[in-house]
């Protein structure tokens, strides 16, 4: 569901931005505005994670982001390298599977795990 409703603030965004922007900066743009609505939707409702140290998830959740945006970032330009002319949410669309489910995995294996304090 979390990743339903952020695919939709990212496509729906990349709809927008595509008329503004070069394909891979509306691609960029719209993926950052994907990705705060994840963070934000997996965090307090899907794994109702109470972690504290907040600066280190974020970390954590960032770097999975980056590996995430890379392999789509590769699947978006393949796509449009091999069909010129496709429309940029067709290449969307091939590009956000792979991502997702390997995201998935490593959000609720590390980030969203609770982890035990961190004593003084």
Known sequence: MVGGMAAAVDVTALG???YVLAPTAAFSAAFAAGVVTH?????YWTF????????RQIAEYLLVVAINYAIQ??????VLSAWPGVSV???KA??????????????KKHVFKRHPPVLP
Do not use: E, M, Q, S
């Not at 963070?39 to 965090?43: I, Q």
């Not at 109702?48 to 600066?55: E, I, N």
């Open 16 to 18: 927008l931005f595509r």
């Open 39 to 43: 963070f934000l939707l997996n965090k």
């Open 48 to 55: 109702r994670c109470a972690r504290t140290d907040f600066l």
């Open 73 to 78: 970032l590769v699947v978006f330009r393949g």
């Open 89 to 91: 949410l067709i290449a």
């Open 94 to 107: 091939a590009a956000l599977p792979p991502g997702t489910v390997l995201g998935f995995f490593l959000f």
